[in-house]
């Protein structure tokens, strides 16, 4: 297993040091190439910067696939990313670790499963948190309450309605709006379907754990053919941490509407 840091600066070494090296001269298994990502390491990034890491991420993921196809013996080597937040640590200017609640925060909502929407489009086959227990940045349940947080929500959800890597079940769909959300469509085997939209529309250019703007998008289903019933989960800022939230029953019908009223993300799935 190899290892590449989040950090544009420490990617660039390891994609033209170390990583070719290791791929054409291994001679152990591999099982999985890990890459760990941060979107920042400086509490004071805006909300734009950090939604701007994703793509290049994804195109990483990208390049160390090619990378793996010099080695017959890694071509079909999967990547995962086992170590992954919003920030890595700290700066205040000092050295001294300031938290940044983004990591908890309803921006995560749209930050994490617009993440999971492109690296899956890439590639990439696991996409793991940083831990389980901790704080308002890294954590899914904080420790201090005990109580779970907006993190643990979007992870269980994220699981629960893709159980398995997007891959070759992404399925394509006519949206009104492109450019301010993210949109993720994959059939199950049991012919379910699950539509994904997450609101990542920064209000402001100088947001840091900003509001967003609402958004509504009208999602074409079809040419996916007729549904029994339609199941429908949104986190976001009005989501209760603790108790979680609350699936609600949607008419089926060939176009759904589908409205965020900031940093969110809604699940719709959809039963034949």
Do not use: C
């Not at 941060?38 to 734009?48: F, G, R, V």
């Not at 994490?112 to 690296?119: G, I, K, V």
């Not at 997450?198 to 289903?221: E, F, K, Q, W």
């Amino acid at each position: 297993m190899a290892e590449n840091a989040g950090f544009r600066w420490r990617w660039t070494d390891a994609a033209h040091d170390y990583l070719p090296t290791f791929i054409s001269n291994v001679t152990a298994r591999v099982d999985v190439l890990a890459n760990h990502f941060y979107a920042t390491w400086i509490h004071t990034a805006t909300d734009q910067t950090l939604f701007d890491t994703i793509p290049w991420i994804a195109q990483n993921t990208k390049e160390i696939y090619s990378m793996l196809q010099i080695n017959p013996a890694l071509k079909n080597v999967p990547v995962w990313m086992t170590e992954n937040n919003v920030n890595a640590d700290f700066d205040n200017g000092s050295g001294t670790f300031v938290l940044d609640p983004r990591g908890s925060s309803p921006f995560l909502a749209a930050w994490r499963p617009t993440e999971f929407s492109q690296l899956g489009q890439a590639g990439q086959r696991a996409l793991y948190q940083w831990v389980f227990v901790g704080d308002a940045q890294f954590g899914e349940i904080n420790y201090n309450s005990g109580n779970k947080q907006v993190s643990y929500w979007v992870d269980y959800w994220l699981e629960q309605s893709f159980p398995s890597p997007p891959g070759q079940n992404i399925l394509a769909l006519n949206v009104t709006e492109s450019t301010s959300v993210e949109v993720l469509a994959t059939k199950r085997d049991d012919g379910t379907v699950v539509v994904m939209v997450a609101d990542h529309d920064v209000h402001a250019p100088a947001d840091n754990n900003g509001t967003s703007d609402p958004r509504t998008v009208i999602l074409d289903l079809s040419a996916l053919g007729n549904f029994s019933s339609v199941s429908q989960i949104t986190i976001d800022a009005n989501t209760n941490p603790v108790t979680g939230p609350v699936p609600v029953p949607v008419k089926p019908a060939s176009r759904l509407s589908v409205t965020l009223n900031g940093y969110g993300v809604n699940f719709l799935t959809l039963t034949p």
